[in-house]
């Protein structure tokens, strides 16, 4: 089954890639290694905004997360990379906005990790961090960088 077709089955439809909003390109390719900028989470074309532990409950952090997945998938598309090309979710790097005390970091990057998973199987099964920090670009909730391994064309 194709990737397409399996987004098609799950019900995802993905947003339109974001533009960066510094001096960055969203993606590059180096050999047959795609290095996803990181991605923010844009739910119904709003910004997640705000801090877990504060203002952001564990189930919208969780979102979130899964919101920035989406947006890595449709950044690859925007690289006019298809889906199908995609090998392996090598690593994703999750960044939580979050207060001293909140702990549930990895319980935040799941969001995005078990997007991978239902997506590309277990090729979508991959090495990852979820650290905690006090404060991300626009002051996002959360925001997910990744890098991807692609078949050769």
């Known amino acids: 089954m194709s990737v397409e077709a399996r987004l098609a089955e799950l019900g995802i439809i993905l947003p339109e890639a974001a533009a960066p909003v510094a001096s960055y390109v969203p993606v590059v390719v180096q050999g047959n290694m ?18 877990l532990g504060e203002d952001v409950s564990l189930e919208n952090g969780t979102a979130a997360a899964r919101a920035c997945g989406m ?11 298809p889906l199908d090309r995609v090998e392996r979710i090598v690593k994703l790097g999750a960044f939580i906005s979050s207060t001293p005390d909140f702990a549930d970091q990895p319980k935040v990057a799941n969001g ?14 991959h ?8 404060v991300l670009p626009l002051n996002a909730a959360v925001e997910v960088d990744a890098i991807i391994a692609l078949a050769a064309d």
């Open 34 to 51: 795609a290095y996803v900028s990181g991605q923010l989470p844009f739910v119904d074309g709003k910004l997640v905004t705000g801090r």
């Open 112 to 125: 995005a990790s078990e997007l991978m998973f239902d997506v590309f199987g277990d090729a979508g099964r």
């Open 71 to 81: 947006m890595i998938l449709a950044q690859i598309k925007a690289a006019l990379i």
């Open 127 to 134: 090495a990852r961090s979820a650290v905690g920090v006090p």
